[in-house]
């Protein structure tokens, strides 16, 4: 009465359907994680480029060298990498290798950059900010929209994000010398000013002002 | 934690798949089975057939419905009426004795006690080889009886024949959605008409062998829904229940959401309820595909309702709680600000793609239901109704009708 042989058919069909689903998310989720490797190298190259740039010429040709990678590429990345880790993209060892990776560019960039805004008198601020993803944070998530809103507004503000937990000695290193402790999370530091928990963009606003400002005395 | 969510998420989507696809089988397997007849039909004999209204308050619709069973393209000495009047308080009394000199209608008047009650009357007046109901707010088809009958014509082995129920009034946009589901429905009442499992038999115009009666009894309370109740005792006694595709019953529909709301809650309750009267039948290959298919299929879709729409919920409040954290932190400001369209953020996990293929598998059953209903192919607006109205009242009613079955407390009719 009952026609088991259909329920095996279509059982067959809907692991068919479960499978070709699964291959078609694989094959986009491939594709997204080559297009942040993309985004990826196409950063470190430029980075490269501008430091060899910068050896090879050294204070000769400042117009050339500042600012080769521009902050909203290393933010977009940020934000990628952020969504991908989220909505668990492709493997997890994947993306944190491409997290790690991110990292180091962004210390790159910071120490380069300083050297630049120094040797060329480039205005510029430099923001580290120190989050965590491992537990349910939400003032780092406060203090991640303070942080995008002034860099859309500053375009010569840098800033710089670092994942508590990254398993990076570079990081470690940067942990080390500002004395960040995960108790303290989110942390800044703004000129070598280490700021810990929660603060406002009016704050914050004010404080690279005065970076600014400082940096116009100097030449003095 | 998150883990067990996942695996119950993806276990409900598959057997979701699974459903959908079946019912795309028997399509499949049968659509050649399905006719559409169009003009007038002949039968080599009328047998005569008895028709019971019962009215509890239905003086806007009882008048018309009465007509329409008048006006069925069907000899008038084989067709027997019987109205009852089930302890109406407003003007049904005065609608239905309009009705008084015609000879091929009886009208009783009782004291209210349920529609199943003014059903068992009708049963004990009767006096022909068929019976069948027809709920006052709904209207019969002038060619729906005949198309029924001769079912029973060409294969004596069937015990009752259910028509298609359609809309007849669609003016909120609550009824335009539960156009889209009357037709959904449609399609799926004939798979299962083929499966040989259907476990309703409509008050509008389901037509039964008196057989069924003297061998099964009345009609019982069946927790306010007695047309489920009798396709489930049918179901029992291996007594086949078919489809009849073409024939066209008209029904009123909720015209608001607090009406829907009450008018599923009753069948959600009844469901379940006669689901755990009846639960000696489940799983059982002897009871067929009822048993292995529509009751699970029916528990199954409880389940995922429930779990997906606390999904949503759960999502949006995700969603909204980063508005108020951005509201929070930048004021103003955040609200303006217009996300970017990136594809990169489409997601692809697998689940995405197989939702999106279930909507296709919904929508093909809306499209052919409709073919069937109305014999055309088209989009309707009341198809992209259907989606929101549901996925957000269709909770709550299903939560209500097991939080009611765990306290035991029955709804109301209305």
């Known amino acids: 009465m009952i026609d088991w042989k259909k329920y095996l058919i279509v059982l067959l069909i809907t692991i068919c359907l479960f499978l070709t689903a699964g291959y078609v998310s694989n094959y986009f989720a491939g594709k997204k994680i080559g297009q942040l490797k993309s985004i990826q190298d196409n950063i470190a190259i430029n980075i490269l480029s501008s430091e060899t740039q910068f050896s090879l010429l050294q204070e000769s040709s400042c117009k050339n060298v500042s600012a080769s990678v521009l902050s909203s590429e290393l933010d977009e990345l940020g934000r990628k990498l952020e969504w991908s880790q989220k909505n668990s993209l492709g493997s997890t060892d994947e993306v944190a290798y491409l997290k790690k990776y991110y990292s180091l560019l962004q210390i790159k960039d910071y120490l380069l950059m300083k050297k630049i805004s120094v040797s060329c008198k480039v205005k510029s601020a430099f923001i580290l900010y120190f989050y965590t993803t491992a537990e349910n944070c939400s003032e780092c998530k406060r203090e991640s929209l303070v942080l995008s809103t002034l860099r859309e507004k500053y375009p010569e503000l840098r800033v710089y994000s670092f994942d508590y937990s990254t398993d990076l000695s570079a990081v470690k290193a940067l942990l080390q010398i500002y004395k960040i402790k995960d108790t303290e999370l989110p942390a800044l530091v703004l000129d070598d000013e280490l700021l810990t928990g929660f603060h406002s963009i009016e704050e914050l606003e004010l404080s690279v002002k005065e970076s600014f400002k400082l940096q116009e005395v100097k030449p003095e | ?414």
């Open chain 2, 1 to 414: 934690m998150a883990l067990i969510f996942d695996v119950i998420f993806y276990i409900l989507i598959f057997l979701s798949v699974f459903v959908q696809v079946f019912f795309l089988v028997t399509f499949l397997e049968n659509r050649k089975k399905i006719i559409i007849r169009n003009g007038k039909i002949t039968l080599k004999h009328y047998p005569a057939v008895t028709i019971t209204v019962p009215c509890w308050n239905e003086e806007k619709t009882v008048y018309k419905t009465v007509r329409s069973l008048l006006a069925l393209n069907y000899p008038k000495d084989k067709l027997k009426i019987i109205l009852v009047d089930d302890g109406s308080t407003d003007g049904t009394n005065n609608a239905i004795s309009k009705f008084t000199g015609y000879s091929n209608i009886q009208i009783f008047h009782k004291e209210n006690g349920g529609k199943y009650t003014a059903l068992n009357l009708g049963l004990e007046k009767m006096e022909t080889d068929f019976f069948g109901c027809l709920d006052a707010d709904s209207f019969a088809d002038p060619e729906s009886l005949v198309r029924i009958m001769s079912y029973f014509e060409k294969d004596p082995s069937i015990m009752a024949v259910a028509p298609s129920v359609t809309v007849c009034n669609f003016k909120t946009t609550i009824q335009n959605a539960q156009k889209a589901e009357y037709h959904m429905g449609v399609y799926f009442k004939k798979m299962l008409g083929f499966l040989g499992a259907i476990n309703v038999t409509p008050g509008p115009l389901t037509i039964f062998r008196k057989k069924v009666f003297d061998d099964l009894g009345p009609y019982r309370h069946g927790h306010n829904t007695e047309d489920m109740e009798i396709a489930y005792r049918m179901q029992k006694n291996h007594y086949k229940i078919e489809h009849c595709n073409d024939a066209f019953v008209y029904t009123n529909t909720p015209s608001s959401i607090k009406k829907l709301y009450k008018q599923r809650l009753r069948w959600i309750y009844g469901f379940i309820n006669n689901t755990l009267d009846y639960r000696s039948v489940l799983f059982r290959k002897k009871y067929g595909n009822f048993s292995v298919f529509t009751l699970p299929v029916g528990v199954i879709s409880i389940f995922s309702v429930s779990f997906f729409f606390s999904r949503i919920i759960y999502n949006a409040s995700d969603f909204i709680g980063s508005k108020i954290l951005a509201f929070d932190t930048l004021g103003w400001s955040s609200m303006f600000q217009m996300p970017r369209l990136d594809l990169f953020f489409f997601n692809v996990r697998s689940f995405s793609f197989i939702i999106i293929l279930i909507y296709f598998l919904v929508i093909f059953a809306m499209l052919f239901g409709r073919k069937m209903a109305e014999g055309k192919w088209a989009f309707s607006l009341s198809m992209f109704y259907f989606f929101p109205v549901f996925a957000f009242c269709s909770p709550f009613w299903l939560a209500k009708a097991v939080y009611n079955t765990i306290l035991k407390r029955r709804p109301n009719w209305r």
